[in-house]
Nanobody, 131 residues
């Protein structure tokens, strides 16, 4: 069982930056692929970014690989700190259309871009970007 707790959301003006954090419980954090998703009012939950798992024995070329939605590529950066059981989402050049509840998710396998493929979810943190 993995518990995820997001933090770092808030209100920011367009062009500004925020860094979201997701703290995970458990001793096997590095064995999980981690993802960020978001959901705006009236819309489906959508993929934002993901980072591959880094467990011992993983194929070397796969460790730490990152994936991004086209809408955030070049503006958002996902990273993980396995020593702190934490995954981050650095969001720069924010736009009003980035406004949503952002969710952290964990998958006990390789990273995916489909929300239904993830096993554990946090409660979400609100990000609001004003124009």
């Amino acid at each position: 069982q993995v518990q995820l707790v997001e933090s770092g959301g808030g209100l920011v003006q367009a062009g500004g930056s925020l860094r979201l954090s997701c703290a995970a419980s458990g001793r096997t954090f590095s064995s999980y692929a981690m993802g960020w998703f978001r959901q705006a009012p009236g819309k489906e939950r959508e993929f934002v970014a993901a980072v591959e798992r880094e467990f011992v024995g993983a194929i070397s070329w796969s460790r730490g690989n990152t994936y991004y939605a086209d809408s955030v590529k070049g503006r958002f950066t996902i990273s993980r700190d396995n020593a702190k059981n934490t995954v981050y989402l650095q969001m720069n050049s924010l736009k009003p259309e980035d406004t949503a509840v952002y969710y952290c998710a964990a998958r006990a396998n390789w990273a995916k871009v489909v929300a239904a493929e993830y096993d554990y979810w946090g409660q979400g943190t609100q990000v609001t970007v004003s124009s």
